[in-house]
């Protein structure tokens, strides 16, 4: 990250204080205060897609803002080496920005980067590579290849998980506003495939219909507390998991018996038991209430068996090239020793058995996972599945690959 010293001013003009006190003006970046507000000319994108300037050498983090622009915002918090503040006015607008096609897309915070042009994206993505690798091994003008984009970057993600709650009597089904445990109510997800929105959408009708108890989060209590689905790309066939914080889910033979009726693209319908007051999505147990009990999915010539609870590239097309790359980069000739560390259902060394040599998944031992379904023989004969730590090294290796990180765009 430059350490450039941002052309940057406090605004003079008085902001109310949120608990009633008047916004005052600062002359040097040791005597900003929360609630102050500032102009910031901002410089560039950060990791978590927040506007990234500078105050005489100190950081300011702002969401919603893009390189170029000059905003106006009001602090938020301050630390010793950086600020957070909160958009108030853009007085320069970037070129790159855009509208954002969802319509909860500043509440929700399930995206980051919607009012960014993609190719703008791209270029910011790219441009963070480049500065971590110079910050954490101090190479320059390190030549990068080209960051590969989609040709179509909306309905790519084949799996979403959504909370369930209740809002003045009426079902919600959603994500959490950031930092807080309020529910936006989400429907036609602009980054989900349009088979798993209709999934969703008449799931919370049928919900609704037939009462099914709501979980209840403060009282820790009811029944329905997430649904998730995710489709197979290859056959069009949604697995469907519904999450309960009780073991007996009332009326769920006439939920199963609708769903199968209104949705026959629904193959598998499972529930999952979780009655820990926690933050995590699934609990420890999980029933097959109807059809299938694992979904088939492929890529490129391996075919995938996954459980409800197993973990899969949320985006199939980039994944394959992503994949691809890595083959590509690798260079193997048949005779190496590879390590897949922390290889959730190990795709990326399946997808590259049939160049490489002897392949090693190596997996935290955690939960359910998928599992491959169909293999050509000499390929099985050359993998194994190590469910270890994967921080264990293992001698006479030749190339050890790290799985990307699992996050949202």
């Not at 320059?140 to 084949?158: A, F, S, T, V």
Request: glycine fraction near 8%; aromatic fraction near 4%; hydrophobic fraction near 35%.
């Amino acid at each position: 990250m430059s350490k450039q010293n941002a052309s940057l001013k406090m605004d003079q003009e008085p902001v109310p204080h949120p608990a009633g006190k008047r916004g005052r003006s600062a002359a040097s970046a040791e005597d900003v205060k929360t609630g102050d507000r500032v102009v910031v000319t901002v410089k560039q994108i950060g990791i978590n897609g927040e506007g990234v300037g500078y105050y005489r050498r100190k950081a300011v983090f702002i969401q919603g803002v893009l390189p170029d622009e000059v905003v106006k915002a009001r602090v938020t918090k301050v630390e010793p080496s950086y600020m957070q503040a909160e958009l108030v006015q853009i007085e320069k607008k970037s070129s790159d920005r855009q509208k954002p096609a969802c319509p909860v897309y500043e509440a929700c915070g399930g995206c980051q980067l919607q009012h960014m042009t993609y190719p703008a994206q791209l270029r910011a993505k790219e441009r963070l590579v480049q500065e971590a690798f110079e910050r954490y091994t101090g190479l320059r003008n390190l030549p990068l290849k080209p960051i590969i984009g989609m040709d179509h970057p909306w309905g790519y993600r084949n799996k979403v998980q959504m909370q369930v709650g209740l809002k003045n009597g009426r079902v919600q089904m959603g994500l959490y506003v950031p930092g807080s445990h309020e529910l936006v109510d989400i429907s036609g997800c602009p980054i989900q495939d349009k088979s798993v929105n209709r999934v969703l959408d008449e799931v919370k009708v049928i919900v609704s219909e037939l009462r099914i108890p709501i979980y209840q989060e403060k009282l820790h209590k009811g029944g329905l507390r997430t649904v998730v689905a995710r489709i197979a790309q290859e056959s069009g066939n949604v697995q469907l998991t519904l999450i309960t914080a009780c073991d007996d889910l009332p009326r769920k033979d006439e939920l199963v018996a609708r769903i199968r009726q209104r949705l026959p693209l629904v193959t598998s319908i499972a529930q999952n038991i979780h009655t820990s007051k926690t933050s995590l999505v699934f609990g420890e147990k999980t029933v097959m209430l109807w059809g299938q009990e694992r979904l088939r999915e492929r890529l490129s010539d391996v075919q995938f068996s996954l459980s409800p609870r197993a973990f899969f590239q949320l985006n199939p097309e980039q994944t394959v090239k992503l994949y691809d790359a890595v083959q590509e980069a690798a260079a193997l000739t048949g005779r190496e020793l590879v390590v897949d560390a922390y290889c959730g259902t190990g795709t990326i060394t399946l997808a590259g058995a049939a160049c490489e040599g002897s392949a090693r998944h190596r997996s935290r031992p955690r939960g359910d996972r998928g599992r491959p379904a169909q293999r050509a023989p000499e390929r099985c004969s050359r993998r194994q599945l190590l469910c270890r730590q994967g921080g264990d090294t293992a001698a006479g290796v030749d190339s050890r690959r790290l799985s990307p990180r699992r996050d949202r765009r």
